[in-house]
């Protein structure tokens, strides 16, 4: 059974980097069937594509986040990795990990951590 | 980018009532588009895929139609448990987008 667990500091101060990985159990992230990607969810409000990555370290970013993120993969490690720098309180929000199959083109999320709460607070 | 419009923003439904929720795209999208439940501290649990196939282990009650720009999710027989958050997802391009979520509380 898949499992996808992300992990990380629970607290960044504003202006800095916040930091997460989401480690991949039960499957490779190397398959060619799939890319990797991250979601967010402010408190009470809607989801939010961040971007994906393919194992090969191609990626994709939401446009709106494009100058902050950063997403990287670790085949080695079966992880994939989340960086946003200069955040603001409008970034506290729950961070997802999640898989996304892929045949030619995208085919959704069909996998989904269960999350992790990043609060931006000094 | 594609914009997804998803409505109404909430609804008020008993047991037993249909109930239809609505996303509609800024572009067409072919059938690029899932649905997903979402419980109150839970992740997302995706329902319909390839806007009308059924997720394994989804009741029947659930279904999606549409392709283009327009595109529903209907519960035939709302239950106690349906009642959630329901968001849709474009992946017609890399670009991926969620409609604005649908929250479905008793009435």
């Known amino acids: 059974q898949l499992q996808l667990q992300e992990s990380g500091p629970g607290l960044v101060k504003p202006s800095e980097t916040l930091s997460l990985t989401c480690t991949v159990s039960g499957g490779s992230i190397s398959s060619s069937s799939y890319y990797w990607g991250w979601i967010r969810q402010p408190p009470g409000k809607g989801l939010e594509w961040i971007g994906s990555i393919y194992y090969s370290g191609s990626t994709y970013y939401n446009p709106s986040l494009k100058s902050r993120v950063t997403i990287s993969v670790d085949t080695s490690k079966n992880q994939f990795s989340l960086k946003l720098s200069s955040v603001t309180a409008a970034d506290t929000a729950v961070y997802y990990c999640?898989?996304?199959?892929?045949?030619?083109?995208?085919?959704?999320?069909?996998?989904w951590g269960q999350g992790t709460l990043v609060t931006v607070s000094s | 980018d594609i914009q997804m419009t998803q409505s109404p923003s909430s609804l008020s439904a008993s047991v037993g009532d249909r109930v239809t929720i609505t996303c509609r795209a800024s572009q067409g999208i072919r059938n690029d588009l899932g649905w997903y439940q979402q419980k109150p501290g839970k992740a997302p649990k995706r329902l319909i895929y390839a806007a009308s196939s059924l997720q394994s282990g989804v009741p029947s009650r659930f279904s999606g139609s549409g392709s283009g720009t327009e595109f529903t999710l209907t519960i035939s027989s709302l239950q106690p448990e349906d009642f959630a958050t329901y968001y849709c997802l474009q992946h017609n391009s890399y670009l991926l987008t969620f409609g604005g979520g649908t929250k479905v509380e008793i009435k």
């Open positions: 999640a898989r996304l199959p892929a045949e030619i083109q995208l085919l959704g999320i069909d996998y």
